[in-house]
C-alpha cells in the first residue's frame, strides 16, 4: 500500500496538504491541451494517491480546463475538494479588466457548475480584486451562494491584507490562494500574518515557481509562443541566469538528502506551517507521483534555514498588465 497525502485544514475545510493544479493541463504553458487524456490519467493517479485538493479556473482555457475536470472527475466527484475561480472573464459586458460584480457571479457560477458537471463547488475564488467593485458586495453575493448550497466555501486569490479584513467580516474566507515559492516570498511579511491572525488557510499556487525549481528549465527555448513563460520578466536575459543559479542551489539541497529538487521546493513550503497546501501542477503521471512524494520528504533545520536564507527569483512573476493586478 501507498502511504496516502496527509491532510490539513484550511479553516475548516480538510484537504490534503498537497493538491493538484490543473491549469497547465489546458492553459498557460507549452503542450497544454494537447493530451487531454493523459491529464485525466493524471487527475486520476492523484487520487489514487490521495490527493482531494483539486484546482481549476474559469478562465483557464478558457472554459476547457473545467470541462476537463468535470469529465475526469466523473464517477469520483465524492472523493476531492473541487476548487474553482471566477472574475477574470466579464459577464456583463464589461470591456476588460477583472469583473466581480454580484451579477457576473452569478452568471458564472452557473457555468462553472454546468462545466464540472456538479451541484456545488467546495472552494469558490474570487481570482483576482476587482478595482470596480467594493469587496463588500463581492463576498455579499458569494454568502447568497453559500446559503443556496452551489459553492460550500469562499476564497480569494492574490489579494492584499486590508482586502481580506473587509472581505472576511462580510463572511468567513476559508482560503486566499497566492503565489509563494522559494521563488515569491512577498505573502510573507503581509499577508501570511494576517491569515494567521484569522485563522485562513493558504494554498500556495506556482509551488515550483512555473517549473523553475525542479531544475528541468534551463533554455527559453523550451517554450513555444503560446507559453506565459515565453515574455516573463523571470525567464528572459540577466534574470534568467540569476534564477538558474538559484535551482542550482535547491538541486544542491535534493541531491544531498536523495530527493528532487521539485520535492525540496514543496517540502520547504510544508515546512512553513499546517495550514499551507501547495497545488503543483502537472499534466504527466510520473510528476504528480513524485510531487505528491514529497509530502514524505523531510528538511533538516540546517537545510531549511539554507534554503530560506536564498534570495527571491529575479524579476517580477507577471507582466506589467499582469503586476498591476495583484495586491501585495
Ligand atoms: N490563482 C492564480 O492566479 C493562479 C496562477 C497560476 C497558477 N494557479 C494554480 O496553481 C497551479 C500550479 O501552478 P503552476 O502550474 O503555475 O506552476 P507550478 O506548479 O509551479 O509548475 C508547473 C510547471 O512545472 C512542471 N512540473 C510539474 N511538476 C514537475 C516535476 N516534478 N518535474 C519537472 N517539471 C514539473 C509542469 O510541467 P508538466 O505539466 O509538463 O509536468 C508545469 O510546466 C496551477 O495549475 C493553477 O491551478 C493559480
Redesign the pocket.
Known amino acids: 500500500m501507498e502511504d496516502l497525502v496527509k491532510h490539513i485544514r484550511l479553516r475548516d475545510l480538510d484537504v490534503s496538504r498537497i493538491g493538484l ?5 489546458s492553459h ?4 497544454a491541451g494537447t493530451d487531454d487524456e493523459q491529464s485525466v490519467r493524471t487527475i486520476h493517479r492523484a487520487l489514487e494517491l490521495g490527493v482531494t485538493l483539486i ?3 474559469e478562465v ?1 482555457g478558457p472554459y476547457t480546463n473545467e470541462e476537463l475536470v468535470g469529465r475526469a472527475l466523473k464517477d469520483r466527484r465524492d472523493q476531492v475538494v473541487l476548487a474553482t ?1 471566477f472574475g477574470m472573464i466579464s459577464h456583463t459586458g464589461r470591456p476588460e479588466g477583472p469583473d466581480s460584480s454580484p451579477a457576473s457571479i452569478r452568471t458564472a457560477v452557473e457555468g462553472s457548475l454546468k462545466r464540472l458537471d456538479t451541484d456545488r463547488i467546495d472552494l469558490y ?1 474570487q ?2 480584486v476587482d478595482p470596480g467593485t467594493p469587496i463588500e458586495e463581492t463576498v455579499g453575493a458569494l454568502a447568497e451562494l453559500v446559503a443556496e448550497g452551489k459553492i460550500r466555501h469562499i476564497g480569494l ?2 489579494a492584499g491584507p486590508g482586502t481580506i479584513r473587509r472581505a472576511h467580516a462580510v463572511h468567513p474566507v476559508t482560503a486566499v ?3 509563494y ?1 522559494l521563488f515569491t516570498r512577498d505573502p510573507e511579511a503581509r499577508v501570511l500574518p494576517v491569515l494567521r491572525e484569522l485563522n485562513i488557510g493558504f494554498v500556495p ?7 523553475f ?4 528549465i534551463r533554455s527559453t527555448e523550451q517554450f513555444d509562443s503560446s507559453d506565459f513563460r515565453a515574455d516573463n520578466p523571470r525567464f528572459s536575459g540577466e534574470n534568467f541566469q540569476h534564477n538558474l543559479h538559484l535551482a542550482d542551489q535547491v538541486a544542491a539541497v535534493a541531491a544531498e538528502i536523495g530527493a ?1 529538487p ?1 520535492q525540496v521546493a514543496l517540502a520547504w513550503l510544508l515546512a512553513q506551517g499546517n495550514d499551507i497546501a501547495p ?6 503521471v510520473a ?1 504528480v507521483e ?2 505528491t512524494a514529497a509530502d514524505a520528504v523531510t528538511l533538516t533545520d540546517e537545510h531549511l534555514a539554507r534554503l530560506s536564507a536564498l534570495p527571491p527569483a529575479a524579476g517580477d512573476t507577471h507582466n506589467e498588465a499582469g503586476m498591476r493586478m495583484m495586491e501585495r
Open positions: 493544479g490543473a491549469m497547465g493541463m498557460g504553458y507549452t503542450g484546482d481549476t479556473a483557464y475561480k475564488y481570482h483576482r486569490s492574490e490562494q497566492s503565489e515559492s499556487f506556482s509551488p515550483l515557481g512555473r517549473g525549481l525542479t531544475g528541468t528532487t521539485g497545488i503543483p501542477g502537472t499534466r504527466r510528476r513524485e510531487n
